[in-house]
């Protein structure tokens, strides 16, 4: 109770402070990237501008902002100054007024409300000091309360102090001056807005919000959620009410000896090579990373239900043994994702496959704070297509042919170096695989296939591909082909 009631001072001080004329209010609050709004412990406000800022606690705040924005509040008898040193090593005075005799209360509060120091006294009118000691460094805030009113000033400690106290020392009359507060502010100002939030003795900082103000406004600071094993640390939005995505770190991949999944090392590995035979259920080779549809290694109901499959028959990869039936229907376990995933995460149920409408919504749909989508490319001698996520800046390195299907891969031509930047920045690089009908593998390096999860009709369902020629994000083919997987993990 009593740090909201030093919260409402705080804000009705600031709100009060302001003049009516050029008056901007701000209000702030915190969401997490992936959606929904997040607590936080106090917003740090500077004005880069004019040199000053201000930290203010708890959540939805309000801070209003004028020009000019003076130091003194007249509060029916009561007047107050600015703080004098300010910043300070350990003591500061605050000079206020008093039209007649009252009583007063000081308190001096931090951020989270925590009263450190408090004092009663009976005052005379006229001019008086309020001298505040500090034991430790910090913001601080001096309230002055009498029955006509409040009014309370920011203190900036830079030192240690012996003891954190409050008292009084009465002056001469009408000594102190009205003057400019730091928190002098212009319209069209650069102001920087930055969130905090302090729980189980850690510090969170929100994302950097840096605009010119000019009108009131409301500001969401974002808070990163920490990305799960075997991610690629950037958010894709996939559909219309806002659900995101985390891409895994490269394609899927099957170990037939020890009988592990895992992810491969980079987002540009392949497996197999064009022109191999991988032999019938791959007995030539180990490694399966180009997988018939529902392989996913569980007995849902498929004949074909094992990652090494190389029959040419459809019928033997229905999802859950019917022709009409979804990777994600039924148990699920049609899905690669319900795999536990050795550097994924190692749990089952984990990943999923996106569905054709998600793939589509990725491509062609979703809004950027770049506006680019993807772009083909040409990465380490591998051609494919690189998404970029949902925050992506234009200025972290320029890319040829933003959202452009029909062009050809070596558009952009970038080194490891290069990609380096591009994938730290959360980027996703689906490599051309090519693809493997029966026991033979086609069109490495010219073409690409992902499954998608979604069934057509009978003996086909979605998928993308990728060619040359342009970029199908709803594509449809026969499903005993082997396609490469790229699952996601929903982002909570």
């Known amino acids: ?16 402070s302001a003049q009516a004329q050029e008056t901007v209010t701000m209000t702030f609050t915190a969401a997490k990237e992936t959606g929904g709004y997040s607590p936080f412990t106090s917003v740090l406000v500077t004005d880069l501008t004019q040199g000053w800022s201000t930290s203010l606690a708890y959540p939805d705040t309000v801070l209003t902002l004028s020009q000019p924005n003076v130091g003194v509040e007249d509060w029916n008898g009561l007047s107050m100054g600015t703080a004098y040193p300010n910043p300070f090593a350990t003591m500061t005075s605050v000079p206020f007024e008093l039209t007649e005799t009252s009583p007063v209360t000081l308190q001096v509060f931090r951020t989270d409300g925590t009263v450190v120091a408090s004092r009663d006294f009976y005052l005379d009118p006229g001019s008086h000091n309020a001298t505040v000691h500090l034991s430790t460094p910090g913001l601080a805030f001096l309230s002055v309360a009498t029955p006509h009113g409040r009014s309370v000033a920011r203190l900036v400690c830079t030192g240690h102090g012996a003891v954190d106290a409050v008292d009084v020392e009465c002056a001469a009359a009408n000594t102190f001056t009205r003057g400019d507060a730091p928190g002098a502010f212009m319209p069209g100002d650069l102001m920087r807005y930055e969130a905090f939030l302090s729980t189980g003795g850690t510090t969170y900082h929100s994302a950097v919000v840096e605009q010119a103000q000019y009108a009131s406004d409301t500001v969401t600071l974002y808070f990163a959620t920490e990305a799960p094993e075997g991610v690629i640390d950037g958010l894709f939005t996939i559909n219309e009410e806002g659900g995101k995505v985390y891409f895994s770190q490269g394609n899927l991949k099957y170990n037939i000896t020890t009988g592990i999944w895992s992810f491969m090392e980079h987002q540009y590995s392949t497996v197999e090579n064009m022109g191999q035979d991988v032999g019938t259920n791959y007995y030539n080779q180990n490694i399966v990373s180009l997988f018939g549809w529902s392989t996913s ?3 849902h109901g498929a004949g074909c239900y094992q990652p090494w499959s190389t029959s040419t028959t459809c019928e033997y990869y229905y999802a859950y043994g019917n022709a009409m039936l979804n990777l994600y229907d039924e148990t699920g376990q049609a899905d690669w ?50 998404l970029l996520p949902d925050d992506w800046n234009g200025g972290y390195f320029s890319l040829n042919y933003p959202n452009t299907s029909n062009v050809y891969f070596d558009c952009n031509t970038l080194t490891l170096e290069q990609w380096a930047s591009i994938e730290g920045h959360g980027a996703v690089f689906l490599p051309a695989a090519g693809y493997r009908l029966g026991t033979e593998i086609f069109n ?12 057509n009709y009978d003996d086909r369902a979605y998928c993308i591909s990728l060619f040359d020629s342009g970029v199908y994000p709803q594509a449809i083919d026969f499903i005993f082909n082997g396609f490469s997987v790229r699952l996601v993990q929903d982002a909570h």
Not at 1 to 16: C, E, P, S, Y
Not at 337 to 352: K, M, P, V
Not at 444 to 455: A, D, E, I, L, P
């Open 1 to 16: 109770m009593r740090k909201t009631l030093h919260f409402m001072i705080l804000m009705l001080v600031l709100a009060l």
């Open 297 to 299: 290694g569980y007995d």
């Open 337 to 386: 994702g319900y795999n536990a995933i050795e550097n994924g995460g190692n749990i089952e149920n984990l990943w999923r496959t996106l569905t054709s409408q998600e793939w589509n919504y990725i491509f062609n749909t979703r809004t950027t704070a770049s506006g680019i989508r993807f772009v083909k490319a040409q990465l380490n001698g591998m051609n494919g297509v690189i």
């Open 444 to 455: 490495k390096g010219t073409s690409g296939h992902y499954w998608s999860s979604s069934h």
